[in-house]
T-cell receptor, first 114, second 117 residues
Framework: SQTIHQWPATLVQPVGSPLSLECTVEGTSNPNLYWYRQAAGRGLQLLFY??????ISSEVPQNLSASRPQDRQFILSSKKLLLSDSGFYLC?????????????FGPGTRLTVL | AQTVTQSQPEMSVQEAETVTLSCTYDTSESDYYLFWYKQPPSRQMILVIR??????QNATENRFSVNFQKAAKSFSLKISDSQLGDAAMYFCAYPLAGGTSYGKLTFGQGTILTVHP
């Protein structure tokens, strides 16, 4: 069966510090991968998605970047965090060959920027 | 722009009773999937149920069922025999259209469901 991991679970960082959040998927190959942000416990905003190694598409211009160095690894980064980067970050995956567009989510990372 | 609207920010239900959460969406596509996800206090998003648009039969998963009205672009979630563990935020979601959408989902703003013992 497939599982998705995210770490760290919780992170408190000062403004201006760098960020690296990691997401890995097990039990599948060639997944589509997604990063979402959820602010204030409400709707999810798609930040990045990836259909393959090194292939990243950005949905929203911002202070963040994403990379996919391996097939099942997706990293969210920032060189200098802003207060507005605080939120709950969710990674998700979907099967490449799926026709249903179903996405499966990781446990999330709660980021607080002080 | 494609949108998903959940008009009920909060709902409450007594344990063992039935509650319906509303969702409407806007699309010009003819074949697509619709989803309800649950986000409990742990905040992990859990797939509750999925409906394929070209199927007339409403999807059912145990105590969860949908009322899919394609012409009205309405996709409501019915929870029967509500349990305390059903308390969560519920999101309706719809994939963005287009051949290069790669399954990108648009989410509604969510409905917070409270279950009273």
């Amino acid at each position: 069966s497939q599982t998705i991991h995210q770490w760290p679970a919780t992170l408190v960082q000062p403004v201006g510090s760098p960020l690296s959040l990691e997401c890995t998927v097990e039990g599948t190959s060639n997944p589509n991968l997604y990063w979402y942000r959820q602010a204030a416990g409400r709707g999810l905003q798609l930040l990045f998605y990836s259909v393959g190694i090194g292939q990243i598409s950005s949905e929203v211009p911002q202070n963040l970047s994403a990379s996919r160095p391996q097939d099942r690894q997706f990293i969210l980064s920032s060189k200098k965090l802003l207060l507005s980067d605080s939120g709950f970050y969710l990674c998700a995956w979907s099967p490449r060959s799926s026709s249903t567009d179903t996405q499966y989510f990781g446990p999330g990372t709660r980021l607080t920027v002080l | 722009a494609q949108t998903v609207t959940q008009s009920q920010p909060e709902m409450s239900v007594q344990e063992a009773e039935t509650v319906t959460l509303s969702c409407t969406y806007d699309t010009s596509e003819s074949d697509y999937y619709l989803f309800w996800y649950k986000q409990p206090p742990s905040r992990q998003m859990i797939l509750v149920i999925r409906q394929e648009a070209y199927k007339q039969q409403n999807a059912t998963e145990n105590r969860f069922s949908v009322n899919f009205q394609k012409a009205a672009k309405s996709f409501s979630l019915k929870i029967s025999d509500s349990q305390l563990g059903d308390a969560a935020m519920y999101f309706c979601a719809y994939p963005l259209a287009g051949g290069t959408s790669y399954g990108k989902l648009t989410f509604g703003q969510g409905t917070i469901l409270t279950v009273h013992p």
